[in-house]
């Protein structure tokens, strides 16, 4: 399951997701021409604390459903593609369903911590062209498992 | 149209689901000397609230003869799921056909584990059925005597486990239930199994 700090998550099988994005890295990342830009930067993810990652991976699994996967449709995409987006999608929908980020006054300086981290990354999708941020964050997903797989145990 | 025959589009869509492997049915449309084929497709719930218009062909059903689609490796995720069907003909095709309610995999029916467990020597050893990559398996095995302890332990089917080394003349049992973390869900307790092995008990 994993576990963000109080959040808890569990019928997501974090394996399902990793092959379900590995049957397309390649043919995604070959795409993205920009390689001096990074989306997902340290700044992002670096030393998120327990309590900071409830708010921080909504907000970012919220951004990947509602703009990238949903606008990745509107691009001709491969079969294979439709497929790994519909995997993983699917299970951020069941994981955002879960997280119930904590909204009590004494919490508000960590999730503005949280959201500050959110910005950095949304501001660095917004800089790219719409087409070339799609690609390149789709492409990322990988360092996005990568960070979520810290809070998941087996 | 004068003299066209209209594809009917397929009946009786349902979808049995056990130890997560799910199966969708349908009644077969009926030409005589033609052969149907059938185009399955599935959207999970994202893609029914995020992007409606969008529905992915199955992975092994697109085109098929059988009037059946093994559509598992396509729900891979435990939310419902819309699936539909239509049939092909030549150049004709029927309208879609969608299966009644959505499906969700929590709702596969899981068996209890068919086991076999041995002695080789005085090893107690079990072997469990290979259900997939989705199932563990709660092994709970004991020393047939009074106030016995009972030992637990999580396993992967498909190879044979060594339990426990066993005392000569003492008798041990074993059962198992199913677990799919994937939607938190276990079956029931198999049949327990018992072995004993011969020759004098040491004395306590």
Known sequence: EFRFGPCRVENVILLELWEAFRAVKDSVQTQDNITSVRLLKPEVLHDVSDAESCYLVHSLLKFYLNTVFKNYHNKRVEFKILKSISTLANNFIVITSKLRPCVKNDMLSIYKSAHRRFLLFKRAFKQLDTEAALTKAFGEVDILLTWMEKFYHY | ?204
């Not at chain 2, 929590?106 to 079990?126: A, W």
């Not at chain 2, 989705?134 to 089917?157: N, S």
């Open chain 2, 1 to 204: 149209p004068d003299g066209v025959v209209v594809l009917p589009a397929p009946q009786n869509l349902s979808i049995q689901s056990a130890n997560m492997k799910h199966l969708l049915t349908w009644s077969p449309v009926i030409m005589p000397g033609e052969t149907v084929f059938y185009s399955v497709e599935y959207q999970g719930e994202y893609e029914s609230l995020y992007t409606s218009h969008i529905w992915i062909p199955s992975s092994w059903c697109s085109p098929t003869k059988g009037p059946e689609c093994d559509v598992t490796d396509d729900i891979t995720a435990t939310v419902p799921y819309n699936l539909r069907v239509r049939a092909t003909l030549g150049s004709q095709t029927s309208a879609w056909s969608t299966l009644e309610h959505p499906f969700n995999r929590n709702s596969t029916v899981l068996t209890p584990p068919r086991m076999e467990v041995t002695k080789d020597g005085l090893h107690l050893v079990i072997e469990l059925e290979d259900l997939g990559p989705h199932f563990e398996f709660l092994v709970v095995y004991w020393r047939e005597e009074p106030g016995a302890k009972e030992h637990v332990k999580v396993m992967t089917g498909g190879l044979p486990v060594h339990l426990e080394t066993m005392e000569p003349g003492a008798m041990y049992c074993v059962k198992a239930e199913a677990l799919v973390k994937a939607i938190g869900k276990h079956s029931a307790f198999n049949q327990a199994e018992c072995v004993e092995v011969q020759g004098e008990s040491l004395p306590l």
